[in-house]
C-alpha cells in the first residue's frame, strides 16, 4: 500500500498495521483517472469513500432540464464522497469529473466501517472531513440563494485572484457565459473590476 496514505487528513494518527490488515481484507483499489474522465455518475450506487491522493476534481449537478451547476472543486489530499457513502439513499447526488489527471484510493464501505470502529482518531478525522465539507456547502448555498451574481463574481475574485477564462469562470459559478461577460463589463463600467494581463481583477 502506498506509505502517502497514511500522511493524508484522514488516516493521520491512526495504526498503520491496523489500517492496512483491515483494508488488506475487505475490497479497495488504487485508480488513475485522466483530466475529463468521469470518476462517478450523479444518480449512481455509492457504495464506497473516494481519497483523492494527487490531482483536483469538480464535483456538478444536472437538473432534469439539463442545467448544469458546479458545486465544488477539490484537490489532494481530499476526501470525496464523505457524506454519502453513509446515507440512506446510498447515491452520489452530484456527478464527480476529473479536473486533472488524478490518483484514487477507493475504499470500501466496510473497510471505511471497520477502521473508524478500530481507530478513534480515524473517526475523529473523519467527522472533521463531513463537518468541513458541510460547512463548505453552506457557504455555497449562501452565494446562491442569497447572493447577486455581481458579489458572486467579486467573492470568486478574492478567492481565485482573478478571473481568467470566462467560459470557465461561468462553468464553476453556474451561469451562461454571455450573462456573466455582461455582468463582468457592467462591473468594470462602475469601476469595481479592471482588466489586466492576468484577466479581471478587482481594483
Known sequence: MNNEIYEMPLFRGGNKDTIERIMH???SRYVHYKKGDTI???????????ILCEGSVYAKMISEEGKEFTLDTLS???VLASAFVF???????????????CDLWIVSKESLLRIIESEPLVLRNYLTVISDHSMFLSKRLN????????????S????????QNLQEAAFILGVARPSL??????????????????????V
Open 156 to 163: 470568486y475574485i478574492e478567492q481565485n485572484g482573478s478571473i
Open 76 to 78: 489532494a489530499p481530499d
Open 87 to 101: 446515507s440512506s439513499e446510498g447515491i452520489f447526488p452530484v456527478t464527480i469529473l476529473a479536473n486533472s489527471d
Open 181 to 202: 461577460s455582461r455582468a463582468v463589463l457592467q462591473l468594470v463600467g462602475q469601476g469595481v473590476l479592471k482588466k489586466e494581463n492576468r484577466g479581471y481583477v478587482l
Open 25 to 27: 481484507d475487505f475490497p
Open 40 to 50: 462517478a455518475m450523479q444518480g449512481n450506487a455509492c457504495r464506497s469513500l473516494y
Open 143 to 154: 452565494e446562491f440563494a442569497l447572493q447577486t451574481l455581481s458579489s458572486r463574481i467579486i
